[in-house]
């Protein structure tokens, strides 16, 4: 196993020395989530508990208090950003007693003024919310009386936001401010009253399409994957 380990080292050092450095692809890359991956997303949040459970990723509310509003992520870390000219596709997702789906963010730093910010698009199954560090409220009404979808469709490119539900376009808009994505997230959202542990989601399968990716990073992460199996 070591000689085979220590032969697929030199073929992957061998074959970067050949690959021109600015050359990049646009990769597809996929989670079926039938295994943890610690180098591929990384939970940012205290208020939830996220596992893989029978070929699906699952997320449950476990708040620290009651009475206010929650924001938990489950960041993309396979490829880090910044991010253009992307789809994601989720299958069979749904939440209950909370809201959940795909956030799509860009850092902001004013010269001026010293501050960074986060911006966010928020792409929920049933509804979707603007957010500038996290701070959104979650009110009772939903644009969509759609909890749970067989396929979440989401395009970006170059400002514009395309969301499309189980084959039908649910959001076109362009905002120039965002002319890239710094991180794609999960997102768990709602408002904790005296129950503080309820609020459940799930996904079956995760796709993005059109990861901008150098032949050499690829290598890398290809590498990544062989040693953890």
């Given at each position: ?24 692809e ?9 295994r943890?991956?610690?180098?591929d997303?990384q939970?940012?949040?205290n208020?939830?508990v996220w596992t ?15 009475w206010?509003?929650i924001?938990?992520?489950?960041q993309f ?6 991010y253009?000219?992307?789809?994601i596709?989720?299958e069979t997702?749904?939440?209950t007693?909370a ?7 860009k ?10 910010e986060h ?7 049933n509804?979707m919310y ?31 936001f395309?969301?499309n ?9 362009t905002?120039a401010?965002?002319n890239?994505?710094d991180?794609i997230?999960?997102?768990l959202?709602g ?21 901008a990716?150098?032949p050499?990073?690829?290598?890398a992460?290809t590498?990544a ?5």
């Open positions: 196993m070591k000689n085979i380990a220590h032969t697929l080292v030199a073929v992957i050092i061998a074959y970067a020395f050949l690959i021109p450095l600015q050359s990049a646009a990769v597809l890359w996929e989670d079926h989530f039938d943890e991956a610690e180098e997303w939970h940012k949040g208020d939830s893989i459970e029978d070929g699906f990723l699952k997320a449950e509310i476990q708040a620290q208090e009651q206010r509003a924001f938990e992520r489950y870390i396979a490829y880090p950003g910044p253009n000219d992307f789809t596709t989720l997702v749904g939440a007693r809201r959940f789906g795909i956030a799509l963010a850092h902001f730093h004013d010269p001026t003024t010293k501050i960074d911006g966010y698009y928020l792409f929920f199954t509804d603007p957010s500038r560090n996290g701070d959104v409220f979650i009110g009772p009404g939903q644009r969509w009386n759609t909890d749970e979808l067989q396929q979440m469709e989401l395009h970006f490119k170059d400002g514009r395309r969301l539900a189980d084959g039908e376009s649910r959001i076109d808009f905002d401010n965002f890239h994505i991180t997230a999960f997102v959202a408002f904790v009253t005296e129950d503080v542990n309820i609020g459940t989601a799930w996904v079956d399968t995760f796709t993005i399409d059109g990861l990716v150098s050499i990073r690829k290598l992460t590498w994957h062989l040693k953890t199996e």
